[in-house]
């Protein structure tokens, strides 16, 4: 009898822990559960530009994963594109330079900026070395462009606005050739076609290193005054996903405001340099650093509305910060500090 409960006891024991195993293997682990209760987020940019930094920052050191989010990037193909695919719903947030978002919403576009990418430095006048020298302040040092050639990406486009208004209206005329890509117009620079050209401070970097000459102009303490500082890349949302996910919009905005953080934080400027590196193709010195970081920002304001508003053409009825910038934009440092240490 004893013998009988002893094995009937052990008989249970072993059932029930039997049950407990089966249920631990069937039972999603943290890592499973956490993954499920992420919101996946799509994200389209121009590949090899300095407006990917803050989102893979955002990847690699968890601040998506922080904010409830499961972001995936994908190269986009032009800004354009980009826009349509947003509009169309088939990705959730375009990486894009600001005229291009400001050139959409006049065609009737409905999106928003939700956050800056990059400001100034983010785009650069870059000349070869056959122009002259010149240290003067704007509008004088635009001079020295007069009769050179100049590459674009499209008529029309920002390169072609941010040109003719600045350069040519300052005194400095230039011609203009049409050719669309970073690698066919370092090529023909190389190739003595064209002088000027438009790129950010990561690209610039990388031509100086190949001996094409150098940035004339950095938007940072060089150049047109109005441009010094500006935002020049936000990532944009459609008001369809801002107005159904208004808290997603919002938890992408605060992620890449923690990663424009952790980026100027000089603890991690060692670690911070090898996304710079990673862009420009070859190591960036610790020393060139300093403005490559001081170039990522997540504000974007009605001041960078007004600048933008001046590269259309005369007659075109000009957009209110509201009509450019989604409610949680960081307008300033102060709104990005706060935005970035909310919880």
């Known amino acids: 009898m004893k013998i009988r409960k002893a094995a009937n006891l052990l008989t249970l024991t072993v059932t029930l822990a039997a049950t407990a195993v089966s249920a631990a293997a069937c039972a999603p682990g943290k890592d499973q559960a956490t993954a499920n209760s992420l919101t996946a987020i ?20 968890g601040f998506f994963k922080d904010n409830g989010l499961e972001v995936t990037a994908n190269d986009g193909a032009n800004g354009p594109a980009m826009l349509a695919a947003l509009a169309a719903g088939q990705v959730d947030v375009a990486g894009i330079p600001m005229f291009v978002g400001t050139q959409a919403l006049v065609s009737g576009v409905k999106a928003k900026a939700v956050v800056g990418l990059i400001g100034g430095g983010g785009t650069t006048l870059f000349v070869s070395d056959r122009v002259a020298e010149s240290d003067a302040p704007y509008p004088e040092s635009a001079k020295v462009l007069e009769g050179r050639t100049a590459a674009i990406a499209a008529p029309g486009g920002f390169t072609d606005r941010l040109f003719k ?11 203009y050739e049409t050719i669309p890509g970073i690698p066919p117009q370092i090529a023909a620079m190389k190739a003595g076609k064209v002088d000027v050209v438009h790129f950010d401070l990561v690209g610039a970097y990388a031509a100086a290193k190949q001996g094409l000459g150098r940035v004339l102009w950095d938007f940072q303490t060089t150049g047109p005054e109005d441009l010094i500082g500006a935002s020049t890349s936000e990532a944009w949302m459609s008001d369809k996903f801002l107005e159904e996910k208004p808290e997603k919009a919002k938890a992408f905005a605060r992620s890449i405001a923690q990663a424009s953080a952790w980026i100027k934080d000089p603890a991690n400027k060692a670690e911070a340099g090898k996304y710079f590196s990673g862009i420009a193709g070859v190591e960036v010195a610790e020393q060139d650093l300093a403005p490559m970081i001081k170039a990522v920002s997540p504000v974007v304001g009605p001041r960078d509305v007004e600048v933008y508003n001046g590269l259309f053409p005369e007659g075109t009825q000009p957009l209110s910060p509201s009509a450019v910038l989604a409610p949680m934009a960081p307008q300033d440092d102060a709104a990005a500090e706060k935005l970035a240490t909310e919880k």
Request: charged share 15%; hydrophobic share 30%.
């Open 165 to 175: 208004r600045y350069v040519d209206g300052a005194g400095g005329p230039m011609k």
């Open 42 to 61: 799509s994200f389209q940019t121009f590949p090899g530009t300095m407006q990917t930094i803050p989102v893979k920052v955002a990847q690699d050191q």
